[in-house]
Antibody
Framework: QVQLQESGPGLVRPSETLSLTCTVS??????????WSWVRQPPGKGLEWIGYRYSSGNTNYYPSLRSRVAIFLDPSKDQFSLKLTSVTAADTAVYYC??????????????????WGRGTQVTVSS | QSVLTQPPSVSGAPGQRVTISCSGS?????????VHWYKHLPGTPPKLLIY???NRPSGVPVRFSGSKSGTSASLAITGVQVEDEADYYCQSYDTGLSGSWVFGGGTKLTVL
């Protein structure tokens, strides 16, 4: 069974960099057709996809965050991380790490989020 | 403003059939991209309910079903139960701005 667990500071100052880590158990981050992803939920709002790094290294980020975000893999620790620069109060949210999968087991291929962490609250405030 | 539009809330009595809509456009659902559905209770990880428009992962009750037509998709719960009360999100792919995964705004299901 794959499990994901987020960790990192719960409070970040405005204009600084938000850094979170996701530790994966039950699977290696550098193998398989997997999209190692981050999703967030601002207070009172819905889910917002931030981006992913594929197991092979390709990345894709949400357009409005593209200039500030980066996702890295650390295969030696089976972890992946999120860095979001120049944060503002609008970046306050519960941040989830998730494993997306390219599922071609049927007649068609699908990409969806298969496993999620429990989420971690990050507040941007001075 | 979400790229995929869902009603903010729906409700139903136990045993009733409830549907949640997800309206998109020609750059996402209408372009043929699949729709996936997740159930989310605050403080817990979202759970995959439906993938590829109408496929149910093992372990998901048969009362959950999905469909897609044109630029929209729907999640149906036939015989809603109290434990189904939660937030539900649709998710797909959008080709705008170099392409990205997108979620609907979410729908709060209340079981009366």
């Amino acid at each position: 069974q794959v499990q994901l667990q987020e960790s990192g500071p719960g409070l970040v100052r405005p204009s600084e960099t938000l850094s979170l880590t996701c530790t994966v158990s039950g699977g290696a981050v550098n193998s398989g057709p997997y999209y190692w992803s981050w999703v967030r939920q601002p207070p009172g709002k819905g889910l917002e996809w931030i981006g992913y790094r594929y197991s092979s290294g390709n990345t894709n980020y949400y357009p409005s965050l593209r200039s500030r975000v980066a996702i890295f893999l650390d295969p030696s620790k089976d972890q992946f991380s999120l860095k979001l620069t120049s944060v503002t109060a609008a970046d306050t949210a519960v941040y989830y790490c998730a494993r997306g999968v390219l599922d071609c087991s049927g007649a068609s291929c699908y990409e969806y989020f298969q496993y999620w962490g429990r989420g971690t609250q990050v507040t941007v405030s001075s | 403003q979400s790229v995929l539009t869902q009603p903010p809330s729906v409700s139903g009595a136990p045993g009733q059939r409830v549907t949640i809509s997800c309206s998109g456009s020609s750059s996402n659902i209408g372009a043929g991209y699949e729709v996936h559905w997740y159930k989310h209770l605050p403080g817990t990880p979202p759970k995959l309910l439906i993938y590829g428009n109408d496929n149910r992962p093992s372990g998901v009750p048969v009362r959950f079903s999905g469909s897609k037509s044109g630029t929209s998709a729907s999640l149906a719960i036939t015989g809603v139960q109290v434990e189904d009360e939660a937030d539900y999100y649709c998710q797909s792919y959008d080709t705008g701005l170099s392409g990205s995964w997108v979620f609907g705004g979410g729908t709060k299901l209340t079981v009366l």
